[in-house]
């Protein structure tokens, strides 16, 4: 996997994404679990997400990023944008690397159900 340099989503620090928590303020760098994520109140996705979208645009093919953007999106019940994340990532790094698959998969057939239902309805969502 990439080693990117980023900021630390929580205190701004510059971090890399070799590192599973700040070393200045302790917060999780990578979101890799869309539980870690559910537990976390909105204002902190919004600043998470934020910081990913940020490195996202600067390494668009990094799937850590990626796969973190997609989740927020996911949380903030953004489900068109968690798809477009979602589709530059490999799944089967998820598979091998991490043991939150299953929810992951779950997650994201909800939102495509999700999708599917709202376009059936031709409903704008912003
Ligand atoms: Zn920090």
């Known amino acids: ?4 340099s980023m900021k630390c989503p929580s205190c701004g620090a510059s971090i890399t994404t070799k590192t599973t928590k700040c ?4 917060s999780d760098i990578m979101v890799k679990s869309f539980q870690a994520l559910s537990a976390m109140p909105l204002p902190q996705v919004n600043k998470y997400m934020a910081t990913y979208r940020a490195a996202a645009a600067e390494h668009p093919e990094n ?18 944008q968690a798809l477009e994340y979602f589709e ?4 089967q790094d998820l598979l091998d690397d991490h043991c939150t698959l ?17 376009k059936r309805q031709t409903t704008v969502i912003n």
């Open 1 to 4: 996997m990439e080693i990117i």
């Open 23 to 26: 070393e200045y303020c302790g």
């Open 63 to 80: 799937n850590d990023v990626n796969t973190s953007v997609g989740m927020c999106f996911l949380k903030l019940k953004k489900y068109d």
């Open 88 to 91: 530059v990532t490999n799944l």
């Open 102 to 118: 299953e929810a992951f998969s779950s997650a994201v057939d909800v939102a495509r159900d999700d999708v599917n239902s709202l």
